[in-house]
């Protein structure tokens, strides 16, 4: 089944302690997104990559770091968390250099403490 | 800057069409219209999308007026597991961000 696979679902942590979301996908696509949802904000775009090696800053990149070393993974790491990142986060995958609809994967509940 | 305008919420009933409107008076000529929707907190599902040309497919129909400032996506017999908040987005071409707005919260009543 063509699906973008994030883990884990829920996480609490603590604020200062590295982590990392994973986000896997089985469709072969270039294009690939992180997202956070939060009431009243709506949902915005965190990093994406166009490809393997190529990332690039969405709209609310600070505190976040990516990597894509491989086409079908993209993790989303939080080298010092801290409770304003609370939030519902999404990773998405798209083909064709991302003009057709996305993919988005079930989401991973964070909460920092 | 929001590119589109899409009313809050909206109620259909069970069986019947869902026409959802979108405002997107400035949308340029290579701008294409995307349609998603997102069922509680799930990930938001893709939906369908055009460039000027009315579309369909197994979920939907989209139809986007002669001079492109508006569209409607139709569910032609809505069912309970359509109830959900849909997003119309415009957006260039590829690499760009998709900006979701707050869309129009659709309650389908038995």
């Known amino acids: 089944e063509a699906q973008v696979t994030q883990n884990p679902r829920y996480l609490i942590t603590v604020t200062g302690k590295k982590l990392t979301v994973t986000c896997s996908q089985n469709m072969n696509h270039e294009y690939m997104s992180w997202y956070r949802q939060d009431p009243g904000l709506g949902l915005r775009q965190i990093y994406y990559?166009?490809?393997?090696?190529?990332?690039d800053k969405g709209d609310v990149p600070e505190g976040y770091k990516v990597s894509r070393k491989e086409k079908r993974n993209f993790p989303l790491i939080l080298e010092s968390p801290s409770p304003n990142q609370t939030s519902l986060y999404f990773c998405a995958s798209s083909g064709e250099q991302g003009l057709v609809g996305y993919t988005f994967g079930s989401g991973t509940r964070l909460t920092v403490v | 800057d929001a590119k589109t305008t899409q009313p809050p919420s909206m109620d259909c009933a069970e069986g019947r069409a869902a026409n959802l409107p979108c405002n997107h008076s400035?949308?340029?000529?290579?701008?294409?219209v995307y349609w998603y929707r997102q069922i509680h907190s799930q990930g938001p599902q893709y939906i369908i999308h055009g460039l000027k040309n009315n579309e369909t497919n197994e979920m939907a129909s989209l139809i986007i007026t002669e001079d492109r400032k508006s569209s409607t996506l139709i569910l032609p017999h809505a069912t309970l597991r359509d109830t959900a908040v849909y997003y119309c987005?415009?957006?260039?071409?590829?690499?760009?961000?998709?900006?979701f707005g707050p869309g129009t919260r659709l309650s389908v009543l038995p």
């Open positions: 400035t949308i340029s000529g290579n701008e294409y």
């Open positions: 987005i415009v957006r260039v071409s590829y690499g760009q961000n998709f900006v």
């Open positions: 990559s166009m490809n393997v090696e190529v990332t």
